[in-house]
């Protein structure tokens, strides 16, 4: 429609409505501008405007979302609401880590400290395995004895070796995860010691650009 055949349009249109009447605009699903008053029921959900005396926009009805729409939309704000979580953990941790320590000295003197905690619960796990398996090679010996003079080995016995191999098998589990804890503490400190030294040069950073504002406001 031609621009000011438009504004003549609605010049008259909107000359012969009441004072207080709001007037549309809408377009149809052939792509034809139309306006009045109402807008029909069919395109409500399509986006519409509505205009003053003059013509001129004064509020804006967005289409409404289709399923797909609507599910896109809720995707995009479950993620922006993960990636803001993500950030408000990291910044939790990021000020546990510069209350904790001072320097990064101090970090390592604390993973020091965890690994030899775990090295003295290995070293006690390692001598219980070592004397569970002596009581086991014994009862087993036994029992080999007892088979080859033809012998009966007593229930007693048999079920004696069964507690053995079962207690054996926990304490190795034991001394099992005291080694995945000793490479769990390696790695967290790995990655406390290189955010850590991050923090730093970011607060020697900003600090020197707050020094240089300073000097460059006082013209030195």
């Not at 504004?7 to 306006?35: N, Q, R």
């Not at 205009?51 to 995009?76: C, D, H, I, M, Y």
Request: glycine share 2%; charged share 40%.
């Amino acid at each position: 429609m031609n621009y000011k055949l438009t504004l003549l349009f609605i010049f008259v249109y909107t000359c012969s409505l009441p004072v207080h009447a709001k007037m549309y605009k809408w377009v149809d699903d052939e792509g034809v501008v139309h306006f009045g008053d109402t807008i029909p029921a069919k395109y409500l959900n399509k986006e519409r405007k509505e205009l003053n005396s003059q013509g001129s926009t004064v509020k804006v009805f967005p289409a409404a979302e289709t399923v797909e729409q609507r599910k896109e939309r809720l995707k995009l704000e479950q993620e922006e609401k993960r990636k803001k979580k993500i950030i408000q953990e990291q910044a939790k941790q990021d000020k546990v880590l510069l209350d904790t320590y001072t320097t990064e000295r101090d970090l390592i003197a604390a993973r020091t400290a965890r690994l030899v905690a775990v090295d003295s619960q290995l070293k006690l796990s390692e001598s219980i395995i070592d004397d569970a398996k002596r009581k086991l090679d014994l009862t087993e010996k036994q029992i080999t004895r007892l088979r080859a003079d033809g012998k009966e080995v007593p229930q007693n016995i048999l079920d004696k070796m069964q507690r053995e191999e079962k207690q054996l098998e926990i304490y190795q589990n034991v001394a099992a995860n005291h080694q995945k804890r000793k490479q769990e503490i390696n790695k967290q400190f790995t990655v406390y010691i290189e955010r850590f030294r991050e923090l730093k040069a970011d607060q020697k950073r900003i600090k020197e650009e707050r020094e240089a504002r300073r000097r460059e406001a006082l013209g030195l």
